[in-house]
């Protein structure tokens, strides 16, 4: 399944398949992103991190890809499992800024 | 996260009165955050602190004080509080640097009434 950052912002996915959930993000000047996880009634959780030096960095499960030339980052989740299901929001930070930017998420619901 | 601990988790209160949210962190952390999260926003954030001396305002500061009282602990206050400051309310820690990540405590749910 794949989402379309802000403007789809439900995601229904069969468990075990490939879960893709995208963000655009608005300024060109960012050069680091971070992908969260926010469970209902929990904080976020850091799940990974980018620099705009790098186009994809792996994690366990996890894939984040950036495209700077569209201001596009994507997050991809493996075999997505039902712990899997929560919000996910990316966060960009602009050179020489020292406050992160955040989304506004994309519900995911792994269906068993 | 366990290492940024909330206080209160939930809390009721009417317009007009004073309230503290509390912050405390086991992670060691010089730099320290508080964002408010509303329905259909990103979180924004209201104030930052570099070191105990150190007080910055963020995009939406205005109702709000801060208090640095140690490294590990970092309050929020409301003077006087108002409907529309009514939203969950998340603290935030991370270590020097620019390419370092945030890590949020479980969040405090304010209501005004």
């Known amino acids: 399944g794949e989402s379309v950052g802000l403007h789809l912002p439900t995601l229904s996915v069969q468990e075990g398949d490939n879960s893709i959930i995208n963000c655009a993000y608005s300024?060109?000047?960012?050069?680091?992103f971070i992908w969260y996880k926010q469970e209902s009634g929990k904080g976020p959780q850091f799940i990974i991190d980018i620099r705009s030096n790098m186009d994809k960095r792996q994690g366990q499960r996890v894939t984040v890809l950036l495209n700077k030339t569209v201001k596009h980052l994507s997050l991809q989740i493996a075999a997505t499992q039902p712990g899997d299901s929560a919000v996910y929001f990316c966060?960009?930070?602009?050179?020489?800024?020292?406050?992160?930017?955040f989304g506004t998420g994309t519900s995911l619901t792994v269906i068993p | 996260d366990a290492d940024v601990t909330q206080t209160p988790r939930n809390r009721i209160t009417k317009t007009g009165k004073r309230i503290m949210l509390e912050c405390s962190q086991t992670?060691?952390?010089?730099?320290m955050y508080w964002y408010r999260q509303d329905p259909g926003l990103g979180l924004r954030l209201i104030y930052y602190s570099f070191d105990v001396k150190d007080i910055n305002k963020g995009e939406i500061s205005d109702g709000y004080s801060v208090s640095r009282q140690a490294q590990a602990k970092f309050s929020l206050s409301l003077e006087s509080a108002i409907p529309n400051q009514t939203a969950l309310y998340f603290c935030a820690t991370s270590e020097q640097g620019f390419f370092q990540p945030q890590h949020f405590g479980d969040g405090t749910r304010l209501s005004i009434l």
């Open positions: 300024n060109s000047a960012s050069d680091y």
């Open positions: 992670k060691g952390h010089d730099r």
């Open positions: 966060a960009e930070k602009r050179v020489g800024g020292n406050q992160f930017y």
